[in-house]
């Protein structure tokens, strides 16, 4: 198959180009689009063959459910069996954006978008192309990132090209995301409320609109969480073997790399590229740090870094998503 790639304006989209990629997802077709999160890999979720594709795709296992992204709130009430007040209230303080909601299944969501879980999960996307998009399509949207199943999120059309070329329908290029990390998933089908993944909309800002959230890893250990089998610990990674350590550690194994390395700081440490090491000094801001993260993490892949040494991130709730991330993208 050949990938065609289409070029919007990430806030006004040319609508003809818009009407010709809901016409590729209505078809049974895949089409990745931008989110301001991650690039997503589109296909129609109350479509069993064509959410089957999603799956060839990326090589992603089956057992690894997939978030149905929606225009607005109202279309998720419609869809949704049980919408809890706990959910209305999530979607009026975070809707549109970066929130993934699990609740209890929708008949009419593939089987396989669920992996067979009585669950799924709704997100609806702040970013205009998405929006556009999810409008002119008036169905549910299956959307992993757009990588290879494993591999490092896309957060701009190239990532996805590189990984998925030959294998999709189109790209629909808005250029890069600007939150840069995946979305925050909360699930409501439990009590209290579980926090499956760190992202931009933190733990407290959860609390804040519906009490006690309690952590994934606090959950597992009570051997009560219910199964979200595409958490597990080795994801999100680069090709190169990535190493969290503290500023200290980090600079201490400098004078001793041989190897190409790259080198991920938090602010400007000061570090000197050299002929092995590739440096990416990155914001102290952790918002700033989010959306510029994984663009580093592909390009020091793309240097060919065989190793990347990258600074610890501060303590904090701001820093959960990239702190998640990393530790991820380190496990062994
Ligand atoms: O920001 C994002 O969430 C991006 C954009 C495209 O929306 N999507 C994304 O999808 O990151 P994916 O498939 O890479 O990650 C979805 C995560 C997985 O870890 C999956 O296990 C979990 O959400 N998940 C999805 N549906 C679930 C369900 N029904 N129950 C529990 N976990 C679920
Ligand atoms: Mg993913």
Not at 135 to 153: D, F, K, T
Not at 239 to 244: G, N, Q, S, T
């Amino acid at each position: 198959m050949k990938t065609e790639r289409i070029i919007v304006d990430p806030d006004a989209p040319d609508p003809r180009a818009i009407a010709r990629c809901a016409e590729v997802l209505l078809r049974g077709g895949l089409v990745a689009f931008a989110t301001e999160t991650v690039y997503g890999l589109g296909a129609l979720a109350d479509d069993e063959r064509a959410a089957r594709s999603i799956f060839a795709a990326k090589g992603r296992p089956s057992h690894n459910p997939l978030i149905s992204h929606l225009a607005d709130t109202a279309a998720a009430r419609a869809l949704a069996p049980v919408w809890s007040a706990e959910a209305d209230a999530l979607a009026a303080a975070f809707w549109p954006g970066p929130l993934t909601i699990v609740v209890p299944k929708a008949p009419s969501i593939a089987p396989v978008v669920c992996a067979g879980l009585e669950a799924m999960s709704l997100r609806v996307p702040a970013h205009t192309v998405a929006q556009a998009l999810l409008r002119a399509v008036g169905r549910p949207v299956a959307a992993p990132s757009a990588n290879r199943s494993n591999q490092l999120s896309p957060t701009t059309a190239d990532h996805v090209l590189q990984q998925l070329d030959g294998r999709i329908d189109v790209v629909l290029d808005a250029g890069p995301c600007s939150v840069g990390l995946e979305s925050t998933v909360i699930d409501l089908c439990s009590s209290p409320p579980t926090l499956l993944r760190p992202g931009r909309i933190t733990a407290d800002e959860l609390s804040r609109v519906v009490g006690p959230v309690a952590a994934r890893s606090a959950v597992v250990a009570h051997g009560v969480a219910r199964a979200s089998p595409g958490l597990d610990a080795k994801h999100y990674a680069p090709y190169a073997r990535l190493e969290v350590l503290s500023w200290p550690e980090l600079r201490a194994r400098l004078s001793a790399v041989t190897t190409k390395t790259g080198v991920v700081t938090v602010g400007d440490r000061g570090v000197s590229p050299s002929e092995s090491l590739v440096v990416r000094a990155l914001s102290s801001d952790p918002a700033e740090y989010g959306a510029a993260l994984y663009e580093a993490l592909h390009a020091l892949d793309d240097r060919g870094c065989q190793w990347i040494l990258c600074e610890r991130v501060p303590d904090g709730g701001a820093w959960d998503a990239a702190r998640d991330r990393l530790s991820r993208a380190s496990a062994k």
